[in-house]
């Protein structure tokens, strides 16, 4: 298994980092969130997750050691794969899906692209309390979340900065999609993050 990886960053895409490591450039796929925290040529380390199937080997990244258990553990979940789990920590923080775990909050998990309302059902009864409890009382963290920003369009500015956009520019790419994300909110959904970046991305393009 590989633990984590460690070098200068070669290379950012939207939900892939290449970490240079003894001149090898090894693709990681991580969320929105934890490529918001590199930069191409500076050192990162990441901690890493090898999943292995029969026609490729993928490795997923994470901010920390943290992140990566919790990766793990949500895939102990059936019909719970890595792109599932890694959908799950691009739009809760580890100690939010505690939270949402221990408050049986199905709200908060259905707000991930793929889970709807039974399949969040299914995922509170079988990880309740396997991943342990959050740091913050579970009351704090509901009434923090209340009173935040919507997660996409934090999510969706810190991964426009981490591509090396200005903090401006990230935010009139965000103005420009949240019509998308409104109306995908609208029809019972949650905001396609993704989706959005693509299209942030194409504003700013058109833009320049």
Not at 99 to 116: N, Y
Not at 140 to 164: F, H, K, V, Y
Not at 167 to 176: G, K, L, S
């Amino acid at each position: 298994m590989i633990a984590f990886v460690s070098g200068p960053v070669a290379a950012l895409t939207p939900t892939l980092a290449v970490i240079e490591v003894g001149g090898v450039g090894m693709a990681v796929q991580c969320t929105p969130n934890t490529i918001a925290g590199l930069r191409v040529g500076e050192p990162a380390r990441l901690a890493t997750s090898l999943v292995v199937r029969e026609d490729s080997l993928t490795l997923y990244g994470f901010a920390d050691d943290d992140e990566r258990q919790v990766f793990e553990l949500l895939q102990t979940a059936s019909g719970v794969g890595p792109r599932v789990a890694q959908a799950m920590l691009g739009v809760h923080s580890p100690d939010a899906l505690r939270a949402a775990f221990a408050a049986g909050d199905a709200k908060a998990l259905t707000a991930v692209p793929g889970i709807g309302p039974k399949g969040a059902q299914k995922l509170l009864l079988e990880l309740k309390g396997k991943l342990g409890v959050p740091a913050a009382p579970v009351l704090g963290a509901q009434r923090a979340a209340a009173s935040a920003p919507a997660p996409w369009t934090e999510q969706l500015t810190a991964a426009l900065i981490g591509l090396g956009y200005a903090a401006r520019e990230a935010d009139d790419a965000v103005a420009a999609v949240t019509p998308q994300a409104e109306a995908a909110i609208a029809a019972g959904g949650s905001a396609p993050v993704p989706q959005l970046l693509r299209a942030a991305l194409q504003s700013l393009n058109r833009a320049r």
